[in-house]
């Protein structure tokens, strides 16, 4: 017997069906696992979830700004200046008022990229699906406003707008329901760094060396 065959065995045996004679259903366990656990550690404003959220980002090196509808395509402009950006990669939902008539070189989001074309981009701004305040976790699900996992992970600068509060949640509890597990769901906590190498951390090894995290709010007088 193999050591997997082993380890297999240990968890058929700890199921709550227990072993079945014809091997594990398809389908799982059909007793109810207990969920009891707290979904939500304290009560928060939509104003204290969003203030958790931005304080656990900062924490992790990503670049906070909070802006409003108004003022969005005159940040978006100065950041990607900032960078030096001459090309932009936008999903194909993005909205288009969000970034100026004049400025970098837009980048549709294509099949047919490759890695190589996609690393001589400068910048990608996208949305997201949710953001999960207690773990300062931004979720990216491949909707329209956010494109193919890959258009994130591989240039080196990434703006994310998040709009506030509708699209943030407390925890990891309350996001799960929101997302549906069969799309290419991306958990981004922070920039892409390791420690791996005696202890040294090193950024922009798995994804964008920098994440700038806009958190837009309506504007005022608007719902």
């Known amino acids: 017997m193999s050591s997997k065959d082993r380890i297999l065995g240990r968890i058929r045996r700890a199921l709550p069906d227990g072993p079945s004679p014809d091997g594990p259903s398809p389908d799982g366990p059909s007793a109810e696992i207990p969920r009891d656990y707290l979904h939500v550690h304290g009560v928060r404003t939509p104003a204290e979830r969003v203030d958790l959220l931005a304080a656990h980002l900062t924490e992790y090196r990503a670049v906070v700004h909070r802006t409003d509808g108004e ?43 490759t890695p190589y074309e996609l690393d001589r981009v400068d910048s990608v701004v996208t949305g997201c699906a949710l ?20 258009i994130t992970l591989i ?66 007088g608007t719902q």
Do not use: F, N, Y
């Open 71 to 113: 003022a969005l395509s005159a940040l978006l402009t100065r950041l990607l200046a900032e960078r030096g950006a001459r090309s932009v990669l936008v999903p194909p939902g993005l909205p288009p008022h969000w970034l100026p008539a004049e400025g970098p070189t837009r980048v549709p989001d294509r099949e047919a990229s």
């Open 131 to 150: 953001a999960v305040a207690e773990t300062g976790t931004i979720v990216l699900d491949g909707g329209p406003d956010q494109g193919r996992r890959r």
């Open 155 to 220: 240039p080196d600068h990434h703006i994310c707008v998040i709009k506030v509060p509708d699209q943030v949640v407390d925890s990891v509890p309350q996001a799960l329901p929101l997302l549906d597990p069969t799309r290419p769901l991306t958990w981004i906590s922070g920039p892409s760094a390791t420690s791996d190498i005696e202890l040294d951390r090193v950024e922009g090894v798995h994804g964008p060396r920098r994440l700038d995290v806009i958190l837009l709010a309506a504007a005022p």
